[in-house]
Structures are given as C-alpha cells and as structure tokens.
C-alpha cells in the first residue's frame, strides 16, 4: 500500500527506476499512456522489431517529439529521455537498465529475452503470457538464481488473479476456484482469422481500421489464450486444472458461488482448488445478464459455522448453503496498470504473481481433419487452439505445447478435435526455445510430472 510514497521518494532523489520495454503493441502503448505521468519511473529505452511502430506508440499515448531519441540507451539516460531502438538485446544490456518488459507476445523471443535479463542481471516482467507457460517455471528458477526478480504483469488477468488467490490464502480460506469470465461458446474452437470477425460482429474493414490483429483476437475467441492464461495462474499458485479442461460454464457474477463448487455441492467442479473460465454466453448465444465476460473472480469456502455467519453478517453473495462465497473484479485494465508490477519488482523484489510449479500445460489440439504435411500456424491461426490440461497427463501423452505448435510439419494427418503429440511432428532441434522447454520437461518430470525435481 506503499508504492506511491516510495515511488515519489525515487523521484525526489533522482534515481527513477528505469525501464525497457520489448514489443510496442497495444499491451506496451497502454503502459506508456500512464508511465509518462508516474512519478519515480523512467522509459530509458522501447524496442520493437519496426522502428515505427514504437515511434507511433510514444506519439498516439502523449509523448511530445523532444521527449524520446534515436540515440544509445546510455545517452537517453544521461538527459533523461527515452531512446527508440530495434534492437532488444542491446536495450537488455544498456548500462542503468533496471525492469525490462517483455511484450512481444512471441514465445521463443519472449524466452530468449528473459535469458538475456538472466545474463545481464535484470528484472523481467513476463508480459508475455505465451513464453510464461512454455517454459515460465524453469525462466523463474534460472532469475532466482541470477538474483532477479520474474514476475508476471499487473493489470493483465493471470497477475490479478494471483492476487486474488493471494488474498484468500493469507486470510485463511480455502480457494475453491479463481479464473476470470470471457466470451465463449464450443463452436469458437474451430474459428479462424478468416470467420473471427464475424463472431464480433465486426467487418474485415473496420477491424483493419481499429488496428485489430485477426490472429490475436482468435486466439482471445477459440479458447486458446484463455487456456493460456489460466495455465498461467495454475503454476503462479498451485491450483490445478480440472482433468477434462476448461468447462468455460454460462455463468453471472450472482451465481459464481453456486457454480463454481464441487458437483457433490451442486455446482460445476470435479474437485476443489481448480481454475476455471467462465462464459457471458449461455450455449444458446444469449447473453447472460450481469456478466463477467472482461473481469476475475475467486470462490472460496467458510471454514466453520462461525465464518459462514460473518458471510451473511456482512452481506457477501453465497451459494444456499451459506459455505461457499465469491468475490471478483468486474473489469481489469491491462497495461494502464502495469506500474504496480515496475515498482513492486523493483521497489521490493516482489513479484506481481510468478510460476513456482509446473502443474499446468497448454496443448495443441487440432481445429479440423489436418492432412500429412500440414504445417501448423500456432495461437490464433487456422490449424490448431490450445486447450489446457495438467502438466502430467501433458508429458504423459506426449502433447505438442501450443508454443511451439507454430512452423512444425505434421507427419502424420490429425483428427478434428485430437491432440497433436511431438511424434506427430518434424521439429526444429536446434531452436533454442525447444530445447529450453524439453530441459524443463526433463527437469520437472524426473521424480514426478506435476513437481519441479531440481
């Protein structure tokens, strides 16, 4: 509850934390909106791929022309601008660079990335989710040995949910599910960036003209980042996916403690400490009213008859019983909050939620019949979506994680609706984010699949 007072006290000294960000897409713009305007924070340097675009995104958030440069990191440093660069290693290594934000959104970048903040000793707020669940366990080792603080980023919902749970726990209640709520119906698992306008509502034009990336939104719609993001979570805290996926069951914010419970209570669940989405959509398409379609929630249980009657004392919405309870979040706001996760890594060495398990896994599944041959296109694309499954039944079937699921050739065709497994694939065996992700697997699977071993 302190980060304003310690941040304005870096201000008055002079010694802003200072922060490079990787990837200057929507996540990035969004943060940059709000950085300019927090006292004790400085953007030294932005890095994406199209010089450009991160020119763009410092003028569309405020930035006036004289405020970023097109000089070394250390210069920017030096007259307290902000420097614009293509290159992310460079901006990693920049003499004074403290919080390195990774956004890029691509699993092998995002993975190299973070070596490099190991390598340079700074710390890294993972951004991006697709890296965190391909080999975020094993990234979070390597930073604690490297002295640095990964963290998962505040304002998106896998770190507000963390938080959630976070609070549950340490007031001592049993979490019985978290998750968040989304829009969704089982026909969306095989949409396409070619039919996920029309699941908006939207035309192809307008969507061009918003700046909507087809693929990013498909992911959003066919499930795959939701399974992303609650995988997320699972190895942030420990709860568990339920054995069959994601339910994604119709649900308002009224009913959150009545559905997400056991089914031997009466609700959805297969078992307690689980995470779950839940949809605004009842499976006929009808919205439902009081949704939670862009926020979290956690449902927790009363330990005793005493608890359950503060429940009602104090008016928090049950199910019949009086047992189980639920709060949530009706919105989140993604990067316009990342500043609590900056000053929280930087000011406390404090993660906003980090993976400490490998309980949870994100794998391939395919959206239609795939032939011999087929290349898969990875998260948001026309042949495969990510379901989430746990760790274990993952390495035991031998599961192609959706993170690498981008450029493989199948050998072999593949059914609607089946798994893709390694054997099904040819693989590159040189890239350094499989090899990072089959020495976790290795790691972690030793002496059991669920638990890291070393």
């Not at 092998?108 to 391909?134: K, S, T």
């Not at 087809?214 to 992911?219: A, E, G, H, L, V």
């Not at 189980?324 to 316009?336: E, K, M, Q, T």
Request: aromatic share 6%; net charge negative; proline share 5%.
């Amino acid at each position: 509850m302190n980060l304003y007072t310690l941040l304005r006290e870096r201000q008055q000294a002079e010694q802003p934390i200072r922060v490079g960000i990787i990837g200057a897409g929507k996540f990035a713009s969004m943060f940059l909106a709000q950085a300019r305007r927090t006292p004790g924070i400085h953007i030294m340097a932005v890095c994406d791929l199209d010089w450009e675009r991160a020119r763009s995104a410092l003028m569309t958030t405020g930035w006036q022309q004289q405020q970023f440069v097109a000089t070394n990191c250390e210069d920017a440093l030096a007259h307290g601008t902000t420097h614009i660069t293509e290159d992310a290693e460079k901006l990693i290594a920049a003499k004074g660079m403290q919080v390195v934000v990774e956004a890029t959104g691509d699993p092998a970048a995002g993975i190299r990335h973070a070596l490099a903040c190991c390598e340079y000793r700074r710390h890294i707020v993972m951004v991006n989710v697709e890296a965190d669940v391909l080999a975020g366990p094993l990234l979070a080792r390597r930073a604690q040995e490297a002295g640095i603080v990964y963290s998962l980023a505040y304002g998106d919902q896998p770190a507000l949910i963390t938080e959630l749970v976070d609070w549950a726990q340490t007031s001592g209640f049993d979490v019985v599910c978290a998750g968040k709520g989304t829009k969704y119906l089982p026909e969306y698992h095989s949409s396409t960036p070619d039919t996920v306008w029309d699941y908006y509502g939207l035309s192809a034009i307008e969507a061009e003209r918003g700046g909507m990336n087809p693929r990013m939104f498909n992911s959003f719609l066919d499930g795959t980042k939701s399974a992303i993001e609650m995988a997320a979570v699972s190895n942030a805290t420990g709860l568990l996916p339920q054995p069959d996926g994601l339910q994604f069951p119709p649900c308002s914010t009224d009913d959150l403690a009545s559905t997400l419970k056991p089914r031997s209570d009466g609700g959805v669940l297969r078992r307690k400490g689980v995470v779950e989405v839940v949809s605004s959509l009842h499976r006929d398409g009808t919205e439902i009213a009081n949704d939670l379609r862009w926020g979290v929630y956690i449902t927790f249980e009363a330990s005793s008859e005493y608890t359950s009657r503060c429940f009602r004392e104090y008016g928090l919405v049950t199910d019949d019983t009086g047992r189980y309870c639920a709060l949530y979040r009706p919105s989140h706001l993604i990067g316009l909050e990342l500043g609590i996760s900056i000053a929280s890594v930087a000011l406390r060495g404090e993660a906003t939620g980090s993976p400490k398990q490998f309980v949870a896994d994100v794998v391939a599944v395919a959206k239609r019949d795939l032939d011999e041959g087929a290349m898969l296109d990875g998260e948001g694309g026309y042949t495969v979506w990510g379901r989430l499954m746990p760790a274990g039944d993952a390495l035991t079937q031998g599961a192609l994680p959706i993170g690498l699921a981008n450029g493989p050739k199948l050998k072999r065709p593949a059914a609607a609706g089946s798994i893709v497994r390694w054997d099904d694939v040819t693989v590159d065996l040189g890239d350094s984010a499989l090899r990072l992700r089959q020495h976790m697997e290795e790691l972690m699977g030793q002496d059991s699949p669920l638990t890291p071993s070393a």
